[in-house]
């Protein structure tokens, strides 16, 4: 399950820097994450929750980082890299719900995916 879940979490990150599809994979990217995350932790209808859950954990980690900084960066009256320190801290609170909600839909639809499969066979 921890490795489904890191293997997840690192599919998002990994998809942020690459130019190439930037506007198509970052948007999608806690889907396609929590999709092949899903599918090497073999994620069934009783743990797609708790894979969710553990991978927007694992996000959960540098979100608070970031917000924890950014509150720091606002008392000092200091940019974020660049940032207003309100926007950073707006934005890491958003990325929680969202990744969560991406990451259990693309781990469902692996899970349907591989049930189908297996039932066909």
Not at 83 to 101: D, E, G, Q
Request: glycine share 8%.
């Amino acid at each position: 399950m921890i490795k489904g879940a890191l293997t997840s979490v690192i599919l998002m990150f990994v998809f942020i820097p690459i130019p190439v599809v930037h506007f198509v994979a970052v948007p999608l990217s806690p889907f396609i994450g929590g999709f092949i995350g899903g599918g090497i932790a073999k994620a069934d209808k009783e743990k797609i929750i708790v894979f969710s859950l553990l991978t927007t954990g694992i996000t959960f980690i540098p979100c608070a980082i970031l917000v924890i900084y950014s509150l720091i960066q606002k008392i000092n009256n200091v940019e974020v890299l660049g940032i207003n320190p309100t926007l950073a801290i707006i934005v890491s609170i958003i990325l929680i719900p969202y990744t969560w909600f991406g990451n259990i839909v693309g781990a469902l639809i692996s899970y349907v995916i591989r049930s189908k499969d297996e039932s066909s066979s």
